[in-house]
């Protein structure tokens, strides 16, 4: 039985979060159906993280086994973006050693939330657009407040099957990039629902309604319903997934 990484982007609109689900379509359904066509076996694909109901994926990266040990990068890519929905997008497939594990052995995740400050029509399903104007200074302070701390249960789903809330947050911060801000998070890992409840509840910093006591305060107490409410999925994307180099190195530049 051999491994194989495929690397891929998703526009999440269409899908009820990246896995299976009854009664509802996902990502990893759509990619179990494709790509088993193309190898012509059952394959079930494992995702190197679950993305909510709307969200996107800049950059993702997932697993498969298979007993064909000689399948052609390009041209496996080449079929399946033939007829996978034109949400999706396969970049690379590549063998990994069996132990070698998409979500497992991942050591870093990246996510990006996209805001704009007025009504963009071209952005409406892809960004998030601010009711009121916002302190951004102030949001990257509590931005940094992130990083002296490793427990985010205040910033967790209710009722997850985890065995710890514990994140270790290595970067945070917003930047005003083409017309757009963005705040770009990075860590070892991330909990339900994590980061659209942190970005809810640093605009509350930004409005005013926190301050950056305040905003301490809400991670110390570990509470999810002293935070803000979680943002919008449509302007949250996975945009980076990091392994160690003798297990994986990426085949694509990252967009």
Known sequence: MMRYFIELAYNGKNYHGWQIQPNAISVQEV??????????????????????TGVHASYFVAHFDCENDSIDSSQFCY???????????????TKVEGETHSRFSAVSRTYEYHLVEKKNPFLQELAYQAPVAL??????????VLLDYIDFTSFSKLHTDVKTN???????????????????????????????????????VGRGKMTIEQFRDVIATKDRG?????????????????YPDDLFVSQIKKI
């Not at 302190?135 to 940094?144: K, R």
């Open 135 to 144: 302190d951004f200074n102030l949001m990257n302070q509590a931005a940094q």
């Open 226 to 242: 002293v935070a803000g409410t979680s943002a919008p999925a449509q302007a949250l994307y996975l945009v980076d997934v990091g």
């Open 31 to 52: 990619l179990n159906d494709c790509i088993s066509k193309v190898v012509r076996e059952k394959v079930n694909v494992v995702g190197c993280g679950r993305t909510d």
């Open 79 to 93: 079929k399946l973006n033939r007829f996978i929905p034109k949400d999706i997008a396969i970049y690379s497939l």
């Open 166 to 204: 514990n994140c270790k947050v290595v970067y945070a911060k917003w930047e005003l990039l083409n017309g757009k801000w963005i705040f770009t998070i990075k860590a070892d890992r991330f909990l339900r629902n994590m980061v659209r409840a942190i970005v809810g509840t640093l605009l509350e």
